[in-house]
């Protein structure tokens, strides 16, 4: 089975998936790993584990359609099984999300449908909850609004910081996106027209 990540930055997540896959816990193979971002530290992440890491810079294409057109042959010349975007911070257009439907996954570092967009920690903490985390979804056209797959909730500590409370979502972040490939891999975790469901059962 064949995963395609989509970066634009550091790419924690990404190693977190490299490293299940060296531990034979990924149920695939990352074929590709692709960044808008051409300087993204994810693309030598990719490199030394001997993955094909290619840069796509956003702003060399005219349009966001022209961008997305382009990605769509990049990603589709791998045929890849599932797509993943791993802190992929770009605005996708519904063409790209409906070609990739039920075949691609974000994670967001809140518990959706709590703190979509930007920014998640800063106004979790601000508005005081006892309770953060993180969610991996099914990508939809809304941002951050696709249905939910699997999520990780962290207790909020009254001396946390935004820095502290970053820390502690991504090491969730970490565990529970190759776990969420492996079962959408093995084909337990599914987006279809029944919604989300897990081994069959809706969630
Ligand atoms: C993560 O916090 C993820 O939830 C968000 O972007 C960040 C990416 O971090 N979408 P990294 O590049 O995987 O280190």
Known sequence: RRVVVLISGNGSNLQALIDAQQHDQLGG?????????????????ARDAGIDAVALPHR??????????????????HEPDLVVLA????FLTPR?????LGRMINIHPSLLPDYQGLQTHARALA?????????????????????????AVVAVAENDTEATLKAKVQ???????????????????????????????PL
């Open 60 to 77: 060399e294409y005219e349009s966001r359609d022209a961008f997305d057109g382009a990605l769509i042959k990049v990603i589709e010349r």
């Open 96 to 100: 790209f999300v409906q070609r990739f």
């Open 87 to 90: 802190g992929f911070m770009r």
């Open 29 to 45: 193979e990352i074929v590709a790993v692709i960044s808008n971002q051409p300087d993204a530290y994810g693309l030598k992440r």
């Open 171 to 201: 090491a969730r972040e970490h565990l529970i996106m190759p776990i969420a490939v492996k079962w959408c891999l093995e084909g337990r975790l599914r987006f279809g027209p029944k919604g989300v469901t897990f081994d069959g059962t």
């Open 127 to 151: 508005d005081g909850v006892s309770e953060h985390g993180c969610s991996v979804h099914f990508v939809t056209e809304e941002l951050d609004g696709g249905p939910v797959a699997l999520q």
